[in-house]
């Protein structure tokens, strides 16, 4: 019984970690298009990284979280 204690957290984790991964590589080519579209409309890339956190932020909210931390740390 005790075992289950000690493994249970590490099986939770890694089930979320996998998750997470696949509802991101689900939501790049999405991700890709929409910057593209900024950058090449003339935003600077901090500018559309939040422009594109923000549009996909309902769909794929994982990426967004994402791109807004990279934003974030580029200023």
Do not use: K
Not at 21 to 37: H, K, R, S
Not at 47 to 58: C, D, P, W
């Amino acid at each position: 019984m005790a075992g289950w204690a000690y493994v249970a957290p590490r099986l939770i984790l890694q089930w979320q970690g996998a998750r997470r991964i696949q509802n991101i590589l689900a939501g790049l080519p999405d991700v890709l298009d929409v910057l593209t579209m900024c950058v090449a409309g003339g935003l600077p890339l901090a500018a559309s990284l939040q422009r594109t956190a923000l549009q996909l932020n309902t769909v794929h909210p994982d990426l967004a979280r994402e791109l807004d931390i990279v934003r974030r740390q580029m200023s």
